[in-house]
DNA sequence: CGTGATTTTGACGACACTCAAATAAAGTGG
DNA sequence: CCACTTTATTTGAGTGTCGTCAAAATCACG
């Protein structure tokens, strides 16, 4: 334990935190497991802490631990050689980080975006309790599965939108997830501008200017740059469009 | 077995093709199985065709069955309601349609590019199979985790190249997986060029622009629209420059 | 060999990027 | 707690890339 204090001071004096009050008690993995498999589980993990801006873990490094991250956010993104970066997904409470593949090796850098309550466990400890419960396995695939059917949709918003698009579905999307009514009115953003534009594929002026031009049609208010209430939910998802499913029939080939 | 041949009249009087034979066998998630458990699922699984341009799966309609790609390549992809569309990947031998989120709600149409033969399993029986075999549901695991790395390449991609640094990306991952030598100068491209410029987040005409100039600058040369042959590889990678990992350190934040 | 679909090419316009500077916010030390 | 420094965000002007629309050339198929 001591190991992790060293990231963030703040753990040191901390107390364990009852898996009971945890978030990920009811809507992560963790909420599938019986009384002994939690037991089990909550023995090999370990409280640790990163605070803002902290890698937790590196491009093309090895990993040795798994995060499920308790409260706070991460950010998970990819650097070029030129210097570019890709944001490729925001992870919250119940979200795990590290992965499950076999070989260890990270092929993103994930970075605390805030301060970061996280559960570790050793990686190695964490697959031999997923060859006692093949049902902890399933659930890992289902959240899987959904990473996946995300990252589809972040190709799509990639592929597809215009930036005001991309940056309405974005809101929305935050909207969604973050404390607050689901009708939310005021999002709080836990990230810069430049992890907004990087997750969307856009530079920094560019989103700096679509909220600007939300802000003058009275999208969007901002008493701050990170707190942005949503004052016409319609027209945001009128623009967003990716929202609803489309019914109808490919039109294509065949 | 019956309701198979609908797909593909071809399918009606051909002779099961033997595991042995079998890409998959080798490659895909029937390498892990033993002799008791490959017989299990080579009881419980159809042949089956489908032509190409055949739908396999529609967005938002329930999938009953999971197929395994045998020969032949499947384009998954999305359309948004304005008809845009998104191609997400294409999936070749050894690949799974059909995923196995607990819902069995399609998100994406999952559309054959050329014709294709697949594996049919009943989702029912293949999810009580996995719960027989935890080992193969660590399989499952480690490809999804695959998938999900391979999205975020395409993310990436997508974020943050230029369209001919785009193209050159797709010829030389072409080059790679198609049959043909490593060193491969020529690809046969078993797609149109509207599913390339939709899986590049681009248009027709953008990417054929792409492919012109590559071949007045002597990159390329195109027999044929379909066959591509890679003429100076170094060109192509100096241009994908999503290749190699970048080792160097976040100079981000912290 | 002719027909329809796919692919290529051209001209023009819109959107987003680059570079540069101003403004606002956050962090620091007295 | 306030002045100062540093960083983050916004705004402006000019340019490049890519999308749109239209038409020609090529390819695939019967």
């Not at 334990?1 to 703040?10: G, I, K, L, N, T």
């Not at 939690?38 to 990163?50: G, I, K, W």
């Not at 009115?185 to 990230?191: I, R, S």
């Not at 594929?201 to 003058?216: A, K, L, P």
């Amino acid at each position: 334990m001591d190991e992790f204090v060293r990231f963030c001071p703040r753990a040191a004096g901390k107390k364990r935190r009852d898996c009971d009050d945890c978030v990920a008690r009811s809507s992560s993995f963790c909420a599938q497991l019986d009384d002994r498999g939690l037991a089990q589980l909550r023995q090999m993990s370990v409280p640790a802490c990163f605070m803002k801006n902290c890698l937790v873990f590196e491009q093309g490094a090895r990993q040795s631990r798994i995060y499920m991250i308790v409260d706070g956010m991460a950010k998970l993104y990819r650097l070029l050689p030129d210097g570019q970066r890709q944001v490729t997904c925001f992870l919250g409470p119940g979200d795990l980080l590290g992965g499950i593949k076999t070989s260890g090796e990270s092929y993103c850098t994930v970075q605390a975006t805030t301060n970061l309550e996280v559960c570790a466990f050793e990686r190695r400890a964490f697959l031999s309790l997923l060859e006692q419960y093949p049902k902890l396995c399933l659930i890992l695939l289902a959240m899987a599965t959904e990473q996946i059917n995300a990252q589809h949709d972040h190709v799509t918003l990639l592929g597809c939108l215009r930036g005001d698009q991309r940056l309405a579905t974005f809101l929305l999307m935050a909207g969604r997830r973050l404390p607050g009514e689901l009708d939310a009115q005021t999002v709080t953003l836990p990230m810069s501008r430049a992890d907004i534009a990087d997750y969307l594929g856009q530079t920094v002026e560019s989103v700096s200017r679509v909220f600007g031009r939300f802000r003058d049609q009275g999208y969007i208010e901002m008493p701050r740059p990170s707190v942005v209430m949503l004052k016409n939910l319609p027209a945001l998802y009128d623009l967003a469009g990716l929202e609803e499913l489309p019914q109808r029939r490919a039109a294509l080939g065949h």
